[in-house]
T-cell receptor
Framework: QKEVEQNSGPLSVPEGAIASLNCTYS??????FFWYRQYSGKSPELIMF????GDKEDGRFTAQLNKASQYVSLLIRDSQPSDSATYLC?????????????FGTGTRLQVTL | DADVTQTPRNRITKTGKRIMLECSQT?????MYWYRQDPGLGLRLIYY???????NKGEISDGYSVSRQAQAKFSLSLESAIPNQTALYFC????????????FGEGSWLTVV
């Protein structure tokens, strides 16, 4: 059974700091990796996706992928209180598609003033 | 209006009753999904459909059935609801093989008493 593991948190960081969220996955055949943000009681929304080893940056967000270690992370620079949410890691078997995602349980991030 | 619409948004039903959750989308996507979210268990895939004639079980399909009435409509049924089916249900869509994100509906809170 495919598994995606995340620390449930809460991860507490002060405003302006870097938040580091981590995710490991069990299926070595996974090819596509996604980070979703979910506010309490709301639907998940995509932050970033990454398909290749290395870093991918988008504004304050950086996704990092290491397929050899089966590890994907999300860095949030200059954390803001509005970043307080649960962050879901998700993986898919096929490259370049979000079809049939397997989700982790999420890490709750709290950004304190 | 939301691109992925779920009805009802909230429902309380009794054990043993049949209930249907409906989903419609205006995104023109061919792939549709039903996920269930429980605290501590993350999002789990119930059923998915890659086109109107295609229905596939996800990881937790027992106790559920689906119908893809049209490209834009995908309904989830609980034939005989039980309390452990109390959860937040999300319908989602993605754009074919190359769709790099899943778009979620706003969710349907279902309570089985």
């Amino acid at each position: 059974q495919k598994e995606v593991e995340q620390n449930s948190g809460p991860l507490s960081v002060p405003e302006g700091a870097i938040a580091s969220l981590n995710c490991t996955y069990s299926d070595r055949g996974s090819q596509s990796f996604f980070w979703y943000r979910q506010y309490s009681g709301k639907s998940p929304e995509l932050i970033m996706f990454i398909y290749s080893n290395g870093d991918k940056e988008d504004g304050r967000f950086t996704a990092q992928l290491n397929k050899a270690s089966q590890y994907v992370s999300l860095l949030i620079r200059d954390s803001q209180p509005s970043d307080s949410a649960t962050y879901l890691c998700a993986v898919a078997e096929l490259t370049g598609t979000a079809s049939k995602l397997t989700f982790g349980t999420g890490t709750r991030l709290q950004v304190t003033l | 209006d939301a691109d992925v619409t779920q009805t009802p948004r909230n429902r309380i039903t009794k054990t043993g009753k049949r209930i249907m959750l409906e989903c419609s989308q205006t995104k023109g996507h061919d792939r549709m999904y039903w996920y269930r979210q429980d605290p501590g268990l993350g999002l789990r895939l119930i059923y998915y459909s890659f086109d109107v004639k295609d229905i596939n079980k996800g990881e937790i399909s027992d106790g559920y059935s689906v119908s893809r009435q049209a490209q834009a409509k995908f309904s989830l049924s609980l034939e005989s609801a039980i309390p452990n089916q109390t959860a937040l249900y999300f319908c989602a869509t993605s754009a074919g093989y190359s769709g790099n994100t899943i778009y979620f509906g706003e969710g349907s809170w279902l309570t089985v008493v």
